[in-house]
């Protein structure tokens, strides 16, 4: 009687251990399977959408970037960065997240960042929103301090790729700034840390007014690659 209960325990083990050799695989497979995820992201004008913007530590994310706006955006997070990626199109980057943190998600592209194309992402914590001021001035928003009665007006013409001004050197104080987009393309005009102008589509107009500090001051054109093209230069402010 003891021999067979011994038999029995022994066959009893034997099978536990078989079946946990082959239960682990599975566990394993469904472990790393959860560990990976996809976050789709939206970049318009100017702005980002994530689908999700925390998760654990160790997790792998797969960021499906599409570009829903009028012009060229990429994504970057933790080192990683899209191409740049064409208006209508999906890019994609894989990041494996190992610490525990807040990072920052920005578009590289020049000036797109600072109107806004960017917040934060938690990784093994609750993830904090990026609070975005914006000041409205009479063309639309921007960093700049707006101002109700200026004392100089400067007409600012958009062609591919450059810019005229009527006047490169006015009185500092509160200036109106008429810009004019009488280009082919899709332009604007940001006076870099003072305002950012809208996109204007080929004959669009806008004016708006801002205080100028005394000093140089540098202008370009927000729209990717179109800086290497040209669109940038400096005002002076006396």
């Known amino acids: 009687m003891r021999r067979t209960w011994y038999v029995l325990a022994l066959l009893g083990i034997g099978i536990a251990a078989a079946a946990a050799t082959f239960a682990y695989p599975a566990i394993a497979a469904r472990s790393s399977a959860s560990s990976t995820v996809t976050i789709n992201v939206t970049a318009s004008e100017w702005k ?8 654990p530590v160790g997790t792998t994310v797969v960021f499906k970037v599409t570009n829903k706006g009028k012009i060229g955006h990429d994504f970057k997070i933790n080192g990683k960065k ?3 990626i ?5 890019k994609t980057i894989t990041v494996v997240f190992k610490k525990k943190g807040t990072l920052t998600y920005i578009c590289t592209v020049s000036g797109h960042a600072k109107l806004g194309m960017t917040g934060k992402f938690g ?7 990026t609070t ?3 000041t409205t001035t009479t063309g639309g928003p921007g960093p700049g301090a707006g101002c109700t009665s200026p004392t100089t007006t400067v007409n600012v013409s958009m062609v591919e790729y450059r810019f005229v ?15 004019t987009n009488n280009g082919a393309e899709v ?8 305002h950012a102008g809208q996109l204007l589509n080929p ?9 100028v500090p005394a000093g140089q001051h540098q202008y370009e054109c927000d729209v990717a690659h179109h800086v290497e093209f040209g669109m940038l230069g400096s005002l002076t402010a006396t």
């Open 165 to 179: 001004l009527d006047k490169p050197s006015f009185p500092a104080g509160c200036t109106q700034f008429v810009i």
């Open 86 to 90: 064409a208006p209508g199109k999906t």
């Open 187 to 194: 332009h604007n005009f940001d006076l870099d840390g003072i």
């Open 132 to 134: 975005t001021t914006t």
């Open 203 to 211: 004959g669009g107009t806008e004016t708006w007014s801002v205080t």
């Open 82 to 84: 899209t191409p740049l």
């Open 123 to 129: 990784v093994g914590v609750k993830n904090v929103p």
């Open 48 to 55: 980002f959408k994530l689908s999700k913007t925390t998760v």
